[in-house]
C-alpha cells in the first residue's frame, strides 16, 4: 500500500513515521509548503518529497491531508487525481464529504489526541476515529486503524464534529484556563508550581469518578459572598472576569438542585 502526505507538521509527522513501520505499506510522498519540513519527514521515512502542490505523484493508493482546515478546502480544490484513488484527512470538524467532487472513495482517520513533534507517543492508546465513503475504504481505512491502536471506530461526520467541540472543552478550554491561573499567580510573585498538585488531581478525579460527580468549589455551593469577592479581584480584568461570570453561572445552574 503506497501512501503520500500532505502537510509535513505535529500529525504528518507522527502518523507518516507509524505508517512507515506498517507491514505492507510505503510512504511515497511528502508534500508541504515548507520544503524543509517536507525534506525531514521525507527523510524520516525515506519518501520524496516537494513544496510544489503540482508535482504530486498520482500512483499513491492513500493520499492523508494531515492540514489545517482553511488549507484542507483550498487544496482541494486544487488536485486532479484518477477516481480510484483513496483521499483522507484528519480534521475533527470538516466532514469526509468536502472529497466527494474529486474523487469517489474517501473518509477521515481522525486521532483525537493532541500531538508535539518531539514527543513521542503510544498510539495503542489514542482513539481513532474514522468515517468512509464505502464499505471498501472502510476496510481499508480500518486496516489502517487497527494497526495504529487498540481503540477505533466508525463514526458519522455529525459525530466526529461533535468529539471535536468535546475535546475543545476538555483540552483546549482547559489549558486555556491554566493560562489565566498562571497570569494571576505570577502577577501576585506566586509559583504557578504550587497548583500542579491541585491541577494533578482535579483531573485524575474527573476521570477517575466522571466531571459531574467531581465538581467542587464556591460556585457549586452557591457561595456568592465568595464569588463577589473574586469578581472584584477581577474588577480590572474584564475579559477574565466575564469567563468567571459564566463559568460561575453554568455551574451554579447546574447544581442548583443539590442545594435544594
Known amino acids: 500500500m503506497k501512501i503520500s502526505f500532505i502537510g509535513s507538521g505535529n500529525v504528518a509527522t507522527h502518523l507518516a513515521t ?5 507491514s505492507g505499506v510505503s510512504i511515497l510522498q511528502i508534500i508541504s509548503k515548507d520544503k524543509s519540513h517536507a525534506k ?3 527523510m524520516q ?3 520524496d518529497y516537494s513544496d510544489e502542490l503540482s508535482r504530486l505523484k498520482t500512483n499513491f493508493d492513500i493520499l492523508i491531508f494531515a492540514v489545517s482546515d482553511d488549507a484542507l478546502e483550498e487544496i482541494v480544490t486544487q488536485i486532479e487525481i484518477p477516481d480510484n484513488r483513496i483521499l483522507v484527512h484528519t480534521a475533527g470538524s470538516v466532514p469526509s464529504t468536502i472529497f466527494e ?3 469517489r472513495k474517501f473518509g477521515v482517520i481522525y486521532p483525537l489526541q493532541t500531538f508535539s513533534k518531539s514527543k513521542s507517543i503510544d498510539w495503542k492508546e489514542i482513539p481513532i476515529f474514522l468515517t468512509a465513503s464505502d464499505e471498501s475504504t472502510e476496510k ?5 486503524a487497527k494497526h495504529l491502536s487498540r481503540n477505533n471506530q ?5 459525530q ?4 471535536h ?3 475543545v472543552f476538555a483540552s483546549n478550554f482547559a489549558n486555556a484556563a491554566m493560562t489565566i491561573s498562571q497570569q494571576i499567580c505570577e502577577e501576585n510573585d506566586l509559583d504557578f508550581a504550587l497548583l500542579h498538585p491541585l491541577i494533578n488531581e482535579t483531573f485524575a478525579k474527573a476521570l477517575r469518578n466522571g466531571p459531574k460527580h467531581s465538581q467542587t468549589g464556591p460556585a457549586k455551593r452557591g457561595d456568592t459572598t465568595v464569588m463577589n469577592k473574586h469578581l472584584e479581584f477581577l474588577q480590572n480584568k474584564p475579559v477574565e472576569k466575564e469567563i468567571y461570570e459564566i463559568v460561575s453561572s453554568f455551574i451554579s445552574n447546574r447544581y442548583a438542585n443539590d442545594r435544594s
Open 18 to 22: 507509524a505508517l512507515n513501520k506498517m
Open 40 to 42: 525531514n519527514l521525507a
Open 45 to 47: 521515512v525515506k519518501a
Open 101 to 103: 467532487n474529486v474523487t
Open 140 to 144: 481499508r481505512l480500518s486496516h489502517i
Open 154 to 158: 466508525v463514526i458519522s461526520d455529525n
Open 160 to 163: 466526529r464534529f461533535a468529539i
Open 165 to 167: 467541540i468535546a475535546a
